[in-house]
Protein backbone atom coordinates (compact mmCIF):
# COMPACT_ATOMS: atom_id res chain seq x y z
CA UNK A 1 0.00 0.00 0.00
CA UNK A 2 1.14 3.60 -0.64
CA UNK A 3 1.31 5.28 2.35
CA UNK A 4 -0.58 8.42 2.51
CA UNK A 5 0.56 11.61 1.28
CA UNK A 6 0.32 14.32 4.00
CA UNK A 7 -1.68 16.56 1.38
CA UNK A 8 -3.66 16.39 -1.20
CA UNK A 9 -2.24 18.51 -3.81
CA UNK A 10 -4.75 19.83 -5.97
CA UNK A 11 -5.81 19.00 -9.50
CA UNK A 12 -5.78 22.88 -10.63
CA UNK A 13 -2.58 23.34 -8.38
CA UNK A 14 -0.77 20.66 -10.21
CA UNK A 15 -1.58 22.03 -13.73
CA UNK A 16 -0.60 25.34 -12.39
CA UNK A 17 3.03 24.50 -11.90
CA UNK A 18 3.39 23.27 -14.77
CA UNK A 19 2.98 27.34 -16.25
CA UNK A 20 5.47 28.16 -13.36
CA UNK A 21 8.21 26.05 -14.53
CA UNK A 22 9.18 28.35 -17.43
CA UNK A 23 11.33 27.54 -20.08
CA UNK A 24 11.35 24.20 -18.63
CA UNK A 25 8.11 23.80 -18.75
CA UNK A 26 7.24 24.07 -22.59
CA UNK A 27 8.10 20.44 -23.65
CA UNK A 28 5.69 19.63 -20.98
CA UNK A 29 2.78 20.88 -22.51
CA UNK A 30 3.72 20.54 -25.56
CA UNK A 31 3.28 16.90 -24.72
CA UNK A 32 0.45 17.48 -22.21
CA UNK A 33 -1.71 19.42 -24.94
CA UNK A 34 -0.94 16.77 -27.87
CA UNK A 35 -2.01 13.85 -25.61
CA UNK A 36 -5.32 15.75 -24.39
CA UNK A 37 -6.09 16.57 -28.21
CA UNK A 38 -5.52 12.80 -29.23
CA UNK A 39 -7.81 11.89 -26.49
CA UNK A 40 -10.42 14.08 -27.51
CA UNK A 41 -10.51 12.82 -31.45
CA UNK A 42 -10.88 9.25 -29.50
CA UNK A 43 -7.00 8.16 -30.67
CA UNK A 44 -5.96 7.59 -27.46
CA UNK A 45 -7.88 5.67 -24.09
CA UNK A 46 -7.99 7.70 -20.78
CA UNK A 47 -5.85 4.71 -19.37
CA UNK A 48 -3.00 4.66 -22.22
CA UNK A 49 0.10 5.37 -20.43
CA UNK A 50 2.44 5.66 -23.07
CA UNK B 1 5.37 12.99 16.81
CA UNK B 2 5.30 12.55 20.98
CA UNK B 3 7.10 13.64 23.82
CA UNK B 4 8.25 11.54 26.96
CA UNK B 5 10.51 12.70 29.88
CA UNK B 6 11.18 15.94 28.44
CA UNK B 7 12.65 14.45 24.74
CA UNK B 8 10.74 15.56 21.41
CA UNK B 9 10.72 11.77 20.15
CA UNK B 10 9.63 10.96 16.60
CA UNK B 11 8.07 7.47 15.19
CA UNK B 12 8.98 5.81 11.50
CA UNK B 13 6.32 4.41 9.64
CA UNK B 14 8.18 1.97 7.26
CA UNK B 15 8.26 4.46 4.41
CA UNK B 16 9.48 6.98 6.61
CA UNK B 17 12.66 4.93 7.54
CA UNK B 18 13.59 4.44 3.93
CA UNK B 19 13.05 7.95 3.73
CA UNK B 20 15.25 8.96 6.62
CA UNK B 21 18.06 6.29 5.41
CA UNK B 22 18.37 8.20 2.70
CA UNK B 23 17.96 11.88 3.87
CA UNK B 24 20.71 10.77 7.24
CA UNK B 25 23.16 10.71 4.15
CA UNK B 26 22.39 13.70 1.62
CA UNK B 27 24.60 16.43 2.30
CA UNK B 28 22.07 19.39 1.94
CA UNK B 29 20.47 17.68 5.18
CA UNK B 30 23.70 17.34 7.15
CA UNK B 31 24.61 21.18 6.51
CA UNK B 32 21.23 22.17 7.26
CA UNK B 33 21.47 20.41 10.22
CA UNK B 34 25.49 21.74 11.26
CA UNK B 35 24.05 25.52 10.70
CA UNK B 36 20.76 24.55 12.24
CA UNK B 37 18.95 25.50 10.07
CA UNK B 38 16.80 21.76 10.50
CA UNK B 39 16.31 20.82 14.15
CA UNK B 40 18.91 19.00 15.68
CA UNK B 41 18.08 14.92 14.73
CA UNK B 42 19.51 11.79 15.83
CA UNK B 43 18.47 8.38 15.20
CA UNK B 44 18.02 6.63 18.97
CA UNK B 45 16.72 3.52 17.82
CA UNK B 46 16.06 1.92 14.71
CA UNK B 47 12.65 3.79 13.66
CA UNK B 48 12.93 6.33 16.42
CA UNK B 49 14.10 9.97 16.38
CA UNK B 50 15.27 12.22 18.74
CA UNK B 51 14.84 16.14 18.52
CA UNK B 52 16.27 18.69 20.31
CA UNK B 53 13.66 20.60 22.52
CA UNK B 54 13.30 24.20 21.05
CA UNK B 55 12.43 26.39 24.01
CA UNK B 56 9.14 28.20 23.06
CA UNK B 57 6.53 26.44 20.65
CA UNK B 58 4.87 29.57 18.74
CA UNK B 59 2.27 29.82 15.59
CA UNK B 60 2.29 31.61 12.35
CA UNK B 61 -0.66 33.39 13.57
CA UNK B 62 1.14 34.77 16.51
CA UNK B 63 4.31 35.70 14.07
CA UNK B 64 4.35 39.32 12.36
CA UNK B 65 5.17 39.73 8.34
CA UNK B 66 9.22 39.71 9.08
CA UNK B 67 8.89 36.42 10.38
CA UNK B 68 6.46 34.47 8.50
CA UNK B 69 8.59 35.90 5.45
CA UNK B 70 11.72 34.75 6.81
CA UNK B 71 10.01 31.05 7.40
CA UNK B 72 8.87 31.28 3.95
CA UNK B 73 12.37 31.69 2.75
CA UNK B 74 13.65 28.91 4.80
CA UNK B 75 10.82 26.33 3.50
CA UNK B 76 11.89 26.85 0.06
CA UNK B 77 15.46 26.95 0.67
CA UNK B 78 15.74 23.88 2.08
CA UNK B 79 13.12 22.43 -0.66
CA UNK B 80 15.78 23.98 -3.30
CA UNK B 81 18.26 22.55 -1.76
CA UNK B 82 16.19 19.12 -1.14
CA UNK B 83 15.48 18.55 -4.89
CA UNK B 84 19.07 19.41 -6.47
CA UNK B 85 19.85 15.72 -4.37
CA UNK B 86 16.55 14.07 -5.11
CA UNK B 87 14.39 14.83 -2.11
CA UNK B 88 11.46 17.27 -1.86
CA UNK B 89 8.80 18.13 0.65
CA UNK B 90 5.53 16.80 1.37
CA UNK B 91 3.77 19.93 2.17
CA UNK B 92 4.16 23.94 2.42
CA UNK B 93 3.40 24.39 6.22
CA UNK B 94 4.79 27.33 8.43
CA UNK B 95 3.35 24.69 11.32
CA UNK B 96 6.47 23.29 10.31
CA UNK B 97 8.81 26.16 11.32
CA UNK B 98 9.88 27.10 14.47
CA UNK B 99 12.35 29.53 16.50
CA UNK B 100 15.60 29.70 18.66
CA UNK B 101 14.80 33.44 19.62
CA UNK B 102 15.01 35.16 16.18
CA UNK B 103 15.97 32.35 14.39
CA UNK B 104 13.86 30.16 12.33
CA UNK B 105 14.50 26.58 12.41
CA UNK B 106 12.84 23.51 10.37
CA UNK B 107 11.47 20.64 12.47
CA UNK B 108 9.53 18.73 10.44
CA UNK B 109 12.32 16.28 9.32
CA UNK B 110 9.29 13.92 8.49
CA UNK B 111 8.21 16.62 5.53
CA UNK B 112 11.62 15.49 3.62
CA UNK B 113 11.11 12.30 1.37
CA UNK B 114 12.03 11.38 -1.96
CA UNK B 115 11.51 12.66 -4.92
CA UNK B 116 8.67 10.45 -7.21
CA UNK B 117 9.71 11.08 -10.51
CA UNK B 118 7.35 12.80 -12.28
CA UNK B 119 5.40 14.28 -9.59
CA UNK B 120 5.29 17.91 -8.49
CA UNK B 121 5.38 19.38 -5.63
CA UNK B 122 2.27 18.20 -3.53
CA UNK B 123 2.84 21.11 -0.70
CA UNK B 124 2.67 24.04 -3.63
CA UNK B 125 -1.26 24.80 -2.77
CA UNK B 126 -0.51 25.13 0.78
CA UNK B 127 2.31 27.40 0.81
CA UNK B 128 0.47 29.71 -1.10
CA UNK B 129 -2.58 29.47 1.29
CA UNK B 130 -0.48 29.56 4.33
CA UNK B 131 2.76 31.74 3.58
CA UNK B 132 2.14 33.41 0.24
CA UNK B 133 -1.34 34.97 -0.17
CA UNK B 134 -0.73 35.86 3.84
CA UNK B 135 2.13 37.82 3.18
CA UNK B 136 0.75 39.30 -0.02
CA UNK B 137 -2.47 40.61 2.05
CA UNK B 138 -0.16 42.55 4.05
CA UNK B 139 2.18 43.68 1.38
CA UNK B 140 -0.37 44.78 -1.33
CA UNK B 141 -3.27 45.71 0.82
CA UNK B 142 -1.83 46.84 4.23
CA UNK B 143 -4.05 44.10 6.11
CA UNK B 144 -2.86 42.30 8.74
CA UNK B 145 -2.93 38.38 8.18
CA UNK B 146 -2.53 36.73 11.34
CA UNK B 147 -6.75 36.66 12.40
CA UNK B 148 -6.96 34.79 9.37
CA UNK B 149 -4.61 32.79 9.84
CA UNK B 150 -5.92 32.11 13.22
CA UNK B 151 -9.40 31.83 12.25
CA UNK B 152 -8.20 28.86 9.52
CA UNK B 153 -5.40 26.33 10.03
CA UNK B 154 -5.86 26.12 6.06
CA UNK B 155 -5.07 29.61 5.88
CA UNK B 156 -6.41 31.97 3.01
CA UNK B 157 -7.89 29.68 -0.46
CA UNK B 158 -7.17 30.56 -3.39
CA UNK B 159 -10.69 32.17 -4.60
CA UNK B 160 -10.55 33.73 -1.00
CA UNK B 161 -7.30 35.50 -1.99
CA UNK B 162 -8.55 36.33 -5.60
CA UNK B 163 -11.59 38.24 -4.05
CA UNK B 164 -9.33 39.79 -1.85
CA UNK B 165 -5.85 40.90 -3.55
CA UNK B 166 -5.03 43.59 -6.18
CA UNK B 167 -5.04 41.37 -9.43
CA UNK B 168 -2.38 43.27 -10.85
CA UNK B 169 0.46 43.21 -8.45
CA UNK B 170 3.65 40.86 -8.65
CA UNK B 171 3.03 37.27 -8.61
CA UNK B 172 -0.91 37.61 -8.46
CA UNK B 173 -2.27 36.60 -12.14
CA UNK B 174 -0.41 33.55 -11.68
CA UNK B 175 -0.51 32.49 -7.97
CA UNK B 176 -4.09 33.62 -7.12
CA UNK B 177 -6.26 34.42 -10.35
CA UNK B 178 -5.25 31.19 -12.60
CA UNK B 179 -4.87 29.10 -9.36
CA UNK B 180 -8.25 29.93 -8.88
CA UNK B 181 -9.34 29.04 -12.21
CA UNK B 182 -7.75 26.20 -12.88
CA UNK B 183 -8.98 24.97 -9.36
CA UNK B 184 -12.15 26.13 -9.95
CA UNK B 185 -12.37 24.33 -13.41
CA UNK B 186 -10.73 20.57 -12.49
CA UNK B 187 -12.56 20.81 -9.28
CA UNK B 188 -15.68 19.03 -10.80
CA UNK B 189 -13.69 16.56 -13.47
CA UNK B 190 -12.26 13.17 -12.46
CA UNK B 191 -9.32 13.64 -14.38
CA UNK B 192 -5.71 11.96 -12.73
CA UNK B 193 -3.79 15.07 -13.36
CA UNK B 194 -1.24 13.15 -11.53
CA UNK B 195 -0.64 10.71 -13.90
CA UNK B 196 -1.30 12.46 -17.30
CA UNK B 197 1.90 15.24 -15.54
CA UNK B 198 3.78 11.58 -15.51
CA UNK B 199 2.88 10.91 -19.18
CA UNK B 200 4.16 14.15 -20.08
CA UNK B 201 7.24 13.93 -18.44
CA UNK B 202 6.72 16.58 -15.73
CA UNK B 203 10.63 16.84 -14.00
CA UNK B 204 11.78 18.31 -10.99
CA UNK B 205 13.33 21.11 -12.87
CA UNK B 206 9.69 22.58 -13.05
CA UNK B 207 9.43 22.37 -9.66
CA UNK B 208 12.76 24.44 -9.21
CA UNK B 209 12.04 26.60 -11.37
CA UNK B 210 9.16 27.94 -9.28
CA UNK B 211 10.51 27.20 -6.25
CA UNK B 212 13.23 29.57 -7.29
CA UNK B 213 10.50 32.55 -8.87
CA UNK B 214 8.71 31.85 -5.41
CA UNK B 215 12.01 32.81 -3.55
CA UNK B 216 12.34 35.87 -5.45
CA UNK B 217 8.74 37.02 -5.01
CA UNK B 218 8.41 36.60 -1.28
CA UNK B 219 11.99 38.37 -1.05
CA UNK B 220 10.41 41.84 -2.56
CA UNK B 221 7.33 41.41 -0.56
CA UNK B 222 7.71 44.38 2.04
CA UNK B 223 5.24 44.77 5.07
CA UNK B 224 2.43 47.69 4.60
CA UNK B 225 0.06 48.86 7.50
CA UNK B 226 -0.37 51.36 10.41
CA UNK B 227 0.68 50.96 13.56
CA UNK B 228 -0.50 52.08 16.85
CA UNK B 229 2.66 51.97 19.15
CA UNK B 230 5.67 51.82 16.98
CA UNK B 231 8.03 54.42 18.17
CA UNK B 232 5.77 54.37 21.50
CA UNK B 233 8.84 54.98 23.53
CA UNK B 234 9.67 57.88 22.32
CA UNK B 235 6.84 59.16 22.59
CA UNK B 236 6.00 58.24 26.00
CA UNK B 237 5.84 60.21 28.89
CA UNK B 238 9.06 58.68 30.48
CA UNK B 239 12.01 60.20 30.91
CA UNK B 240 15.78 58.48 30.19
CA UNK B 241 16.04 58.49 33.99
CA UNK B 242 12.88 56.46 34.51
CA UNK B 243 13.67 54.66 31.87
CA UNK B 244 16.97 53.22 33.23
CA UNK B 245 15.51 53.31 36.89
CA UNK B 246 12.94 50.82 35.35
CA UNK B 247 15.64 48.62 33.41
CA UNK B 248 17.28 48.75 37.13
CA UNK B 249 14.38 47.36 38.69
CA UNK B 250 13.99 44.78 36.17
CA UNK B 251 17.37 43.57 36.44
CA UNK B 252 17.07 43.47 40.42
CA UNK B 253 14.42 40.75 39.93
CA UNK B 254 16.96 37.94 39.31
CA UNK B 255 17.58 35.84 36.91
CA UNK B 256 15.22 33.26 35.48
CA UNK B 257 14.59 30.25 33.08
CA UNK B 258 11.69 31.19 31.11
CA UNK B 259 10.67 34.73 31.56
CA UNK B 260 7.29 36.53 29.27
CA UNK B 261 7.89 40.26 28.34
CA UNK B 262 3.93 41.22 28.08
CA UNK B 263 3.58 44.68 26.25
CA UNK B 264 7.30 44.36 25.10
CA UNK B 265 7.32 46.83 22.50
CA UNK B 266 10.93 47.36 21.59
CA UNK B 267 12.45 45.11 24.01
CA UNK B 268 14.17 47.63 25.97
CA UNK B 269 13.19 45.13 28.74
CA UNK B 270 13.09 41.44 27.35
CA UNK B 271 16.89 42.97 26.84
CA UNK B 272 17.43 43.82 30.30
CA UNK B 273 16.51 40.58 31.92
CA UNK B 274 18.61 37.75 32.89
CA UNK B 275 17.17 35.38 31.62
CA UNK B 276 17.57 32.36 29.62
CA UNK B 277 14.83 32.86 27.04
CA UNK B 278 12.22 35.44 26.78
CA UNK B 279 8.93 35.34 24.89
CA UNK B 280 8.26 39.27 24.07
CA UNK B 281 4.62 39.50 23.82
CA UNK B 282 2.70 42.47 22.03
CA UNK B 283 -0.52 42.76 20.58
CA UNK B 284 0.47 45.35 17.40
CA UNK B 285 1.64 43.43 14.42
CA UNK B 286 4.20 46.75 13.01
CA UNK B 287 5.68 47.00 16.62
CA UNK B 288 6.77 42.86 16.58
CA UNK B 289 7.60 43.34 13.17
CA UNK B 290 9.99 46.16 14.07
CA UNK B 291 11.62 43.79 17.09
CA UNK B 292 12.11 40.70 15.37
CA UNK B 293 14.22 43.00 12.66
CA UNK B 294 15.70 44.22 15.46
CA UNK B 295 16.71 40.93 17.19
CA UNK B 296 17.62 39.29 13.72
CA UNK B 297 20.08 42.20 12.64
CA UNK B 298 21.76 41.08 16.44
CA UNK B 299 21.04 37.80 15.90
CA UNK B 300 19.54 37.29 18.86
CA UNK B 301 18.78 33.54 20.34
CA UNK B 302 17.11 34.32 23.27
CA UNK B 303 14.62 36.68 22.79
CA UNK B 304 11.35 35.08 20.80
CA UNK B 305 9.12 38.40 20.22
CA UNK B 306 5.24 36.99 19.55
CA UNK B 307 1.81 39.30 18.31
CA UNK B 308 -0.37 38.35 20.75
CA UNK B 309 -3.20 40.51 21.92
CA UNK B 310 -3.69 39.89 25.68
CA UNK B 311 -7.63 40.07 26.04
CA UNK B 312 -8.24 37.57 23.27
CA UNK B 313 -5.11 35.60 23.15
CA UNK B 314 -4.00 32.77 21.17
CA UNK B 315 -7.02 29.99 21.84
CA UNK B 316 -7.00 25.94 21.54
CA UNK B 317 -6.85 24.95 17.45
CA UNK B 318 -7.42 22.08 15.71
CA UNK B 319 -8.79 18.93 16.03
CA UNK B 320 -10.46 18.75 19.36
CA UNK B 321 -8.83 22.03 20.19
CA UNK B 322 -5.64 19.87 20.88
CA UNK B 323 -3.37 20.31 17.55
CA UNK B 324 -2.62 24.23 18.55
CA UNK B 325 -2.27 24.60 22.02
CA UNK B 326 -3.27 28.23 24.23
CA UNK B 327 -0.05 30.17 25.03
CA UNK B 328 -0.26 29.00 29.10
CA UNK B 329 0.09 26.00 27.54
CA UNK B 330 3.47 25.59 26.16
CA UNK B 331 5.67 26.22 28.84
CA UNK B 332 4.90 28.14 32.08
CA UNK B 333 6.67 31.12 32.76
CA UNK B 334 9.01 31.79 36.16
CA UNK B 335 9.19 35.42 35.72
CA UNK B 336 6.80 37.73 34.51
CA UNK B 337 7.02 41.69 33.07
CA UNK B 338 3.94 43.35 32.68
CA UNK B 339 5.40 46.95 32.24
CA UNK B 340 2.96 50.15 30.64
CA UNK B 341 0.09 47.57 29.94
CA UNK B 342 -2.41 47.84 33.02
CA UNK B 343 -3.82 50.57 32.09
CA UNK B 344 -4.04 49.46 28.46
CA UNK B 345 -6.02 46.09 29.56
CA UNK B 346 -8.15 48.01 32.31
CA UNK B 347 -8.91 50.94 31.19
CA UNK B 348 -8.55 50.67 27.26
CA UNK B 349 -9.92 46.79 27.13
CA UNK B 350 -12.21 46.86 30.33
CA UNK B 351 -10.18 44.10 32.35
CA UNK B 352 -11.13 44.46 36.19
CA UNK B 353 -7.98 44.42 37.93
CA UNK B 354 -9.13 41.30 39.99
CA UNK B 355 -9.38 39.62 36.77
CA UNK B 356 -6.24 40.78 35.82
CA UNK B 357 -4.63 39.56 38.65
CA UNK B 358 -6.42 36.13 38.68
CA UNK B 359 -4.75 35.81 35.72
CA UNK B 360 -1.28 37.01 36.45
CA UNK B 361 -1.24 34.22 39.49
CA UNK B 362 -2.65 31.35 37.39
CA UNK B 363 1.05 31.41 35.97
CA UNK B 364 2.57 30.60 39.22
CA UNK B 365 5.46 33.31 38.32
CA UNK B 366 7.35 36.05 40.07
CA UNK B 367 5.85 39.26 38.63
CA UNK B 368 7.70 42.77 38.00
CA UNK B 369 4.24 44.75 37.15
CA UNK B 370 3.68 48.73 36.73
CA UNK B 371 0.74 50.81 37.64
CA UNK B 372 0.04 54.18 36.27
CA UNK B 373 -2.01 56.64 38.59
CA UNK B 374 -4.77 58.47 36.94
CA UNK B 375 -2.73 61.77 36.53
CA UNK B 376 -0.65 59.99 34.07
CA UNK B 377 -0.82 61.59 30.68
CA UNK B 378 -1.62 58.40 29.09
CA UNK B 379 -3.77 57.12 31.62
CA UNK B 380 -5.61 60.69 30.91
CA UNK B 381 -5.63 59.72 27.15
CA UNK B 382 -6.87 56.79 27.98
CA UNK B 383 -10.25 57.64 30.07
CA UNK B 384 -10.79 60.68 27.77
CA UNK B 385 -12.22 58.17 25.36
CA UNK B 386 -14.39 56.67 28.21
CA UNK B 387 -17.38 57.80 29.71
CA UNK B 388 -16.71 59.64 33.21
CA UNK B 389 -18.33 56.87 35.54
CA UNK B 390 -16.97 54.06 34.02
CA UNK B 391 -13.29 53.73 35.34
CA UNK B 392 -14.10 55.70 38.54
CA UNK B 393 -12.66 52.88 40.70
CA UNK B 394 -9.62 53.11 38.55
CA UNK B 395 -6.87 54.00 40.79
CA UNK B 396 -3.51 52.91 42.94
CA UNK B 397 -5.29 51.97 46.24
CA UNK B 398 -7.62 49.73 44.60
CA UNK B 399 -4.70 48.50 41.99
CA UNK B 400 -2.65 47.28 44.98
CA UNK B 401 -5.72 45.64 47.05
CA UNK B 402 -6.17 43.65 44.12
CA UNK B 403 -2.74 42.63 43.54
CA UNK B 404 -2.34 41.54 47.16
CA UNK B 405 -4.95 38.91 46.61
CA UNK B 406 -2.79 37.14 44.46
CA UNK B 407 0.51 38.32 44.81
CA UNK B 408 2.99 39.27 48.41
CA UNK B 409 4.49 42.61 47.42
CA UNK B 410 8.30 42.05 47.97
CA UNK B 411 9.58 45.87 47.05
CA UNK B 412 7.57 48.83 44.99
CA UNK B 413 9.32 52.02 44.20
CA UNK B 414 8.08 54.91 42.48
CA UNK B 415 9.21 56.47 39.57
CA UNK B 416 10.15 59.82 39.23
CA UNK B 417 7.13 61.42 37.15
CA UNK B 418 5.09 60.42 40.40
CA UNK B 419 2.39 59.39 38.00
CA UNK B 420 3.92 55.72 38.19
CA UNK B 421 5.17 52.67 40.26
CA UNK B 422 6.67 49.53 39.88
CA UNK B 423 5.85 46.34 42.05
CA UNK B 424 7.72 42.89 42.49
CA UNK B 425 5.68 40.38 43.87
CA UNK B 426 5.79 36.91 44.34
CA UNK B 427 2.65 34.85 44.09
CA UNK B 428 0.74 34.12 47.03
CA UNK B 429 0.89 29.81 47.61
Known amino acids: MVPLNYLDAGSGSMLLQIVLGGVAAIGVTAKLTWRRFLRTLRIRRDDDET | MYSSDGEVLRELSLRGQEDWDALESARFFRRALEDGRIVATEEVEPGVLRHERLPFVSYPYEWPFEMLREAALLQLELLDEALSEGFVLKDGSPYNVQWRGSEPVFVDVGSFER ?210 RRLEERGRPDLVLCLALVHHLAIGRNVPFAELVGWLRSLGARLVIEFADRDDPMVRRLLAAKRAEVHESYGRDEFERALREGFQIARSEELGSGTRTLYLANPRL
Not at chain 2, 213 to 240: C, F, H, M
Not at chain 2, 250 to 276: H, I, K, P, T, Y
Not at chain 2, 284 to 292: F, H, I, K, S
Open chain 2, 115 to 324: LREGEPWAGYRQFCALFLYPLMLQAYRGVAPQPFLRGSLEGIEPSQARALLPRFRRGVLTHVVLHDRLEAKHAARERDVRSELKAAGFKKELIQANVRRLRKLVQRLSPNGRSEWAGYREAAPYTDEDAERKERFVRAAGASRLAWDLGANDGRFSRALEAEYVVAVDGDERVVGELYRALRAEGSKTILPLVVDLADSSPARGWRGVER
